[in-house]
């Protein structure tokens, strides 16, 4: 985060929205490769997150 041009608050707003939108059930393959990978970046985006003081 701190060679990011992307604030804390933003990106946990970002973080918020990406887990709210995993809350889905999908029955589409691609949708849910791509939820995969959101679930993914999330998973980083929020590692970022808890170091930040």
Known sequence: MADSKLTVERAAI??????????N??????????????ASGLKRVKMALSSVP
């Open 14 to 23: 970002i973080a918020a929205f990406c887990a709210w939108t995993m809350e």
């Open 25 to 38: 059930v999908f029955d589409n393959p691609d949708v849910v490769k791509l939820a995969e990978v959101v």
